[in-house]
């Protein structure tokens, strides 16, 4: 696979915590919409709703990103990740802070806040140290290493945003809760979210869907928009309080992302990862909803249910669809590269493709096109449609992960068959 430096790869065992991760905060985010039914989808404000969105934000988006940076920055960017051994400590407080900040966020406990704030920015602003040095140095795949350093940037902007979000609910920092909640949320979902994966699409879309290559300067004048638009939205919003300069804004890189989501793979060079190429389109289009409904709250006020429709189609239905389908992919890989790593010389090893079946994927995407239905209905009837939406997220995540654990099985498998005395990697 062109232009992918294996030999950097760190030992799979890395990112794979990570990975597998993101499936079981799925899963907790469908117990808790089970749970508390429609509470937990009543205001962007209520503390449970708040709870939720972080379910998906740092749980499925933020373990994702940690995790695929961890692979992603040394093979597809050249770029090194000074961690060694530390992501394992990384991984336990960034993932015990998610667990105490959803327990004290649905309880409203000042110092559970205080704690979760804590042990989540400190490894995210670890990360960023670690990463941005090797993102930032001069050499090749300029733009590519230029979209990657604007993610990992936005990513600790938000950490930091979000401690002093928390700083503000306890009472100790006098500042404008909805306009920094308001930042803190853009440059979180677009700056970092939306920017890593426009950054890492440039690379995968012609690899894995087989599209026609991203062209340099497209990637880099999106970055530079995407930049140029959150810098003068989030001054505008803090400064003059004014909400509309900010969404309009940060939805024109968002709606260019989501035209060219959908164009390339619209005209394939080679078809191939058909599941792949459905879940990113259909997390594409519900990601798009949620931007024309955004857009409409800016010539009128939106009801709260609309609200609600629109983070529920952008950060619980479009965004871990698309993220879903290429950590399966992702998944192929990491199984694959333990494989040939403690492969002796002349056996040859499973492709990356049959590892993680084509089948599974199927059932994924189809549980997960079920779920976010649901979930849609859930944000306009939510006392009617919370709990089963709820339900169908915990059996679709569920999946996700059985799906993870069969291709490492697979794996397993091949290994105990054809070299037993390496059985112990992944
Ligand atoms: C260190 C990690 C983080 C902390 C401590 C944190 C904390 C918070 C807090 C306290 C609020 C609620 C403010 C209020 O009462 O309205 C909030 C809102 C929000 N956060 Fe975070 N956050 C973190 C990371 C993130 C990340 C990485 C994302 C996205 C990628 C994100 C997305 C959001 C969104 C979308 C809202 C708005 C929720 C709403 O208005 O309904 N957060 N965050």
């Given at each position: ?37 429609d509470t937990a989808l009543s205001s962007r404000w209520s503390?449970h709703t ?128 909805e ?114 409904i955004v857009?409409?709250g800016?010539?009128t006020p939106l009801p709260a249910s609309s609200v609600i429709l629109a983070g529920t ?65 859930a944000a306009l009837f939510p006392a ?43």
């Amino acid at each position: 696979m062109s232009g992918l430096d294996f030999a950097q790869a760190p030992p799979p065992a890395r990112p794979l915590r990570w990975l597998l991760s993101v499936p079981a905060w799925g899963m907790a985010a469908g117990a808790c919409l089970l749970l508390s039914g429609d509470t937990a989808l009543s205001s962007r404000w209520s503390p449970h709703t708040i709870a939720l969105v972080h379910l998906f934000t740092l749980g499925v988006l933020g373990n994702a990103m940690l995790g695929s940076l961890l692979q992603f920055l040394p093979v597809a960017a050249g770029a090194p990740m000074p961690l060694r051994r530390s992501p394992a400590w990384l991984h336990a407080s960034f993932n015990l802070g998610l667990a105490v900040f959803v327990v004290s966020m649905t309880s409203m406990h000042r110092n559970g806040l205080a704690v979760a704030s804590v042990l989540l920015a400190v490894p995210i602003l670890v990360f960023a140290a670690a990463a941005l040095p090797g993102l930032l140095a001069r050499g090749a795949q300029q733009v590519l290493r230029s979209g990657l350093a604007m993610a990992v940037t936005a990513l600790a902007l938000t950490a930091l945003a979000g401690a002093l979000l928390v700083a503000i609910l306890r009472g100790e920092a006098p500042l404008p809760l909805e306009s920094i909640a308001d930042a803190h949320a853009t440059i979180g979902l677009l700056g970092a979210v939306v920017g890593l994966m426009a950054a890492v699409a440039s690379v995968t879309l012609p690899m894995l869907q087989g599209t026609a290559r991203v062209p340099e300067r497209w990637l880099g004048g999106w970055i530079a928009l995407t930049i140029v638009s959150l810098a003068v939205g989030v001054a505008l919003r803090i400064w003059s309080g004014q909400q509309p300069p900010l969404v309009v804004s940060a939805l024109l890189p968002a709606l260019l992302f989501v035209g060219a989501s959908l164009w390339f793979p619209l005209r394939p060079q080679a078809r191939r990862n058909r599941p792949l190429v459905w879940s990113w389109r259909m997390g594409t289009l519900a990601v798009g909803a949620a931007c024309v409904i955004v857009l409409a709250g800016t010539t009128t006020p939106l009801p709260a249910s609309s609200v609600i429709l629109a983070g529920t189609l952008g950060i619980a239905i479009g965004l871990p669809m698309m993220v879903s389908g290429m950590m399966l992919e992702i998944m192929g890989f990491l199984a694959w590269i333990g494989l040939r790593r403690d492969c002796p010389r002349g056996i040859r090893v499973p492709g990356v493709g049959t590892l993680v079946a084509q089948r599974d994927k199927w059932v994924v995407l189809a549980l997960h096109l079920l779920a976010g239905a649901t979930l849609a209905g859930a944000a306009l009837f939510p006392a009617l449609l919370a709990r089963p939406a709820g339900l169908a997220l915990l059996i679709a995540w569920a999946a996700v992960l059985a799906t993870q654990l069969r291709g490492l099985a697979r794996a397993r498998t091949f290994r105990r068959a054809h070299f037993p005395e390496a059985a112990t990697g992944t």
